[in-house]
């Protein structure tokens, strides 16, 4: 069974960087695209970024387009997501999830009914 965790959250001033791993046990990841999604207080779940399996596509929000960036590295497991310029809006746990599907040329990334998720890192930007 496909397990995965989450590191690289805290506490950042606005402008700041922060990087975020999702490091997965059980599987390889590589048979999976991956997908990092947040919820802030109050919100619902919201698409960030996700690579396919091979990582030649990658997708993300408009919202982070050109502030973040995902990368994966499959000889270990886990996918990165670069966050630099952050906002307080972008204030939220992050998750990452395992399977998902990623659209070609476009900003959809949906999980798959059986995909597997983290636990989440809380990233707070605030001065």
């Known amino acids: 069974q496909l397990q995965l965790v989450e590191s690289g959250g805290g506490l950042v001033q606005p402008g700041g960087s922060l990087t975020l791993s999702c490091a997965a046990s059980?599987?390889?990841?590589?048979?999976?695209?991956v997908g990092w999604f947040r919820r802030a207080p109050g919100k619902g779940h919201e698409v960030v970024s996700c690579?396919?399996?091979?990582?030649?596509?990658?997708n993300y929000a408009d919202s982070v387009r050109g502030r973040f960036t995902l990368s994966r590295d499959n000889a270990k497991n886990t996918v990165t997501l670069q966050m630099d310029s952050l906002k307080p809006e972008d204030t939220a746990v992050y998750y990452c999830?395992?399977?998902?599907?990623?659209?070609?040329?476009?900003?959809?990334?949906?999980?798959?009914?059986?995909?597997?998720w983290g636990r989440g890192t809380q990233v707070t930007v605030s001065s």
């Open positions: 999830a395992a399977d998902v599907y990623v659209g070609v040329r476009s900003s959809t990334c949906i999980p798959r009914p059986d995909a597997s």
């Open positions: 059980g599987l390889t990841l590589d048979s999976y695209a």
């Open positions: 690579i396919s399996d091979s990582g030649r596509e990658t």
